[in-house]
């Protein structure tokens, strides 16, 4: 990543924009799997990657589930760690002196357990300038509509867009649950509604059983399901949404190598998100980043603009 | 802390099922301290997708194969084979590539020195025991109380007595030092010397055990916890466990990679200890 002078000039280019936030490549950590971005300081340059996406923050602390709260299933994981967070005003107090110090985009990704508490979030992300962009997690249960996520009904969906949207003046991402029989409907409602950009897919819901004891894996019984095991789904869901909206799309699900990165950017997303491989491989997103830009001087591309989207 | 991208230097069984892994690590034994762990992965094997944590048991050099070569350090890990990733691991030979995150976590406190200081082990919980023992030895009466099922569970006790430490073994079945649980030893030696201080590493029930006797003769304890866990570094969430006055109005999650994985006694809450009874993540 640090080449001299002479070199560089022949480098492709790797900057994408999205909804306005210009990054210096298409490579982001998924939310949830990157704390606040200090945890991940010792193992890379948090300058290297093109934006930081902090884990879910909501109104008040979360303490999230009971234990176990994950289990490894064939190229995969289940979780449900109950979206554990230390709060919003917890989180700027604590977290934002060291970001601060970051010349790298940072993205709050956000949620409510009730539309009012989205729309109080929205309010107080609006207030921190070191934050960019927000990223509205909708795959919360609506707890005062007993409990129906909001992610997966096209109506709530784009209430709650719609609220926040008239809270935010910041580049508003909205990351979409697969969990749904048709994901561009949902799509289509949150870019009416006034998205700036739709990141998909969030966790797949899922189960694991130990057949010994006769119990779930998980304390709370089911879990999201990440990794390689989802990718080709989540590869399916991001051509679909290109196709069905005019925004940006962040692609995640299941990326481990480079080439796995491609196929999203292939498919039409204009950046990607990196989850459960940031556990595995700490450094996993430079290896990725790394990765990207040699398949580019392989292909003869000078611009990664040139290849997103390029589906044959 | 780093990801050391290094290979095997041995890996043996040492008794039935248990293995004994040294791997190449230069640099390691500065930052080491005891009770840490590493977040082990066999490279470009995928499945098992995550690391597994792994006790550091301890870390040392190898003299060099000539004389102006430096000494090759190394880190030792034992491990139970119990589930998909032990079993790749077992099979795992010298010169194989492995990754390496390390060392993590908070280690013991070994900050009330002198006296007497009780370890005890059951079966693997041995591993972080060995570590503390060798860094207590030289200003400290140190006993180590090994438990198990049967003999095959009783491991490493003649190196624990190079280093000088008294052992007393225990096992269910009686196969190998006195019958019964590792327990009954404690009392016997708390009753002997009621200022020891006691550090424990094993199964939860003997850990819950353990802590039982040192309420019953006020010991200072300090146990180190196994949990799930993906990320070791404290991002995932994972493999929290309930703190001192948690309740679901002001919960206190502690996370066993970062606040631990060595905890006092009192600063956890043990009634939430032990929902993992599942032996593996049960990835196969």
Redesign the interface.
């Known amino acids: 990543m640090r080449p001299d002078q002479t070199t560089q000039s022949k480098r492709p280019s790797l900057a994408v924009e999205i909804a306005g936030i210009r990054l210096r490549n298409p490579v982001m950590p998924a939310s949830g799997t990157f704390g606040y971005g200090e945890e991940y300081a010792p193992f890379l340059d948090l300058e290297d990657i093109g934006a930081i996406v902090t884990k879910g923050l909501s109104l008040k602390p979360k303490a999230g589930n009971p234990t176990p709260r994950i289990a490894e299933t064939i190229s995969g994981m289940l979780n449900a760690i109950g979206l554990q967070n230390v709060g919003i005003d917890a989180f700027k107090k604590h977290k934002i002196p060291f970001l601060r110090t970051l010349n790298t985009p940072v993205i709050a990704n956000f949620f409510g357990n009730t539309l009012e508490e989205y729309g109080e979030v929205a309010e107080r992300l609006e207030d921190i300038p070191e934050i960019v962009a927000a990223e509205l997690n909708i795959s919360c249960p609506n707890v005062k509509q007993g409990g129906i996520v909001f992610g997966t009904d096209p109506k709530a969906a784009s209430e709650v867009v719609r609220l926040v949207r008239s809270k935010l003046s910041k580049p508003l991402i909205v990351k979409l649950t697969p969990n749904v029989t048709d994901i561009t409907v949902v799509a289509r409602a949150v870019e009416e509604a006034g998205a700036d950009a739709i990141c998909c897919i969030n966790t797949l819901t899922g189960m694991s059983i130990d057949i010994r004891t006769r119990k779930p894996r998980l304390a709370n019984r089911t879990g999201g399901l990440s990794g390689p095991a989802i990718r080709p789904i989540a590869v399916r869901m991001v051509h679909q949404v290109v196709q069905a909206v005019s925004l940006p799309v962040i692609g995640v699900g299941g990326i481990v190598r480079a080439m796995d990165a491609l196929e999203f950017l292939i498919a039409g997303a204009t950046a990607v998100q990196v989850g459960t491989a940031n556990f595995v491989d700490p450094s996993a997103m430079i290896t990725i980043i790394n990765g990207i830009e040699e398949f580019c001087i392989e292909e003869g591309i000078d611009d990664i603009n040139q290849l997103i989207g390029s589906l044959r | 802390?780093?990801?050391y991208r290094t290979k095997i230097i041995s890996n043996q069984e040492i008794s039935p099922g248990y293995y004994r892994m040294r791997i190449l690590a230069p640099g390691f034994g500065k930052k080491a301290r005891s009770g840490q762990f590493v977040m082990f992965?066999v490279q470009r094997s995928?499945?098992?997708?995550?690391?597994r944590p792994f006790g550091i048991f301890r870390t040392g050099f190898l003299p060099p194969d000539c004389d102006d070569m430096p000494p090759t350090e190394y880190v030792e890990i034992l491990y139970k084979r119990v589930g998909r990733g032990t079993t790749i691991m077992a099979e795992l030979h010298e010169g194989d590539r492995v990754?390496l995150?390390g060392p993590l976590g908070n280690g013991f406190d070994l900050t009330s020195s002198g006296g007497e200081k009780i370890l005890v082990g059951g079966g693997i919980g041995l591993v972080p025991l060995y570590m503390l023992a060798s860094e207590l030895v030289d200003n400290n009466s140190v006993r180590l109380l090994m438990g198990g099922r049967t003999r095959d569970d009783i491991l490493a006790v003649t190196e624990f007595e190079r280093l000088g430490v008294e052992t007393y073994v225990s096992t269910d079945d009686g196969s190998l030092g006195e019958e019964g649980l590792v327990t009954q030893v404690l009392e016997r030696k708390l009753q002997k010397y009621p200022d020891a201080e006691v550090f424990a590493c094993g199964p939860m029930p003997m850990l819950k055990a353990v802590r039982e006797k040192c309420l019953e003769y006020q010991a200072p304890l300090q146990v180190s916890l196994e949990?799930?866990?993906?990320?070791g570094?404290?991002?995932?969430?994972?493999?929290?466990?309930k703190g001192v006055g948690h309740t679901?109005e002001t919960?206190s999650?502690l996370c066993t990679c970062t606040a631990g994985p060595v905890f006092k006694a009192e600063h956890l809450d043990w009634t939430?200890l032990g929902?993992?009874?599942?032996e593996c993540?049960?990835?196969s």
């Open positions: 802390m780093k990801n992965r995928l499945p098992p997708l995550l690391r990754e995150l949990e799930f866990m993906a990320c570094v404290g991002a995932c969430l994972g493999c929290v466990v679901d919960p999650y939430g929902n993992n009874d599942s993540g049960g990835c």
